[in-house]
């Protein structure tokens, strides 16, 4: 991972899992555009960073729901 705030993110570890939505997603964002991620966002605007918010602004608990 490139992202500068990878050490710190507890989604990283769930980024580094076999789930293929989670690889595709630490690809996207984690390895190449971290500056597009909504956590490292919310972060830079100060605002609290939800445990499951996916970098692409979705949360994981409703992906679970919608059976993702
Ligand atoms: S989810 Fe966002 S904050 Fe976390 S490691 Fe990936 S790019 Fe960085």
Known sequence: ???PRAH????APKL???NRLMRVL?????DYNSHQCARV????????VPPDLLPNGHSRSLL???GS
């Open 8 to 11: 710190d993110c507890s989604l």
């Open 41 to 48: 966002r919310l972060a830079a605007l100060d605002q609290d």
């Open 64 to 66: 679970r729901q919608q």
């Open 16 to 18: 580094d899992g076999t």
């Open 26 to 30: 630490r690809h996207l964002y984690c």
């Open 1 to 3: 991972m490139t992202c």
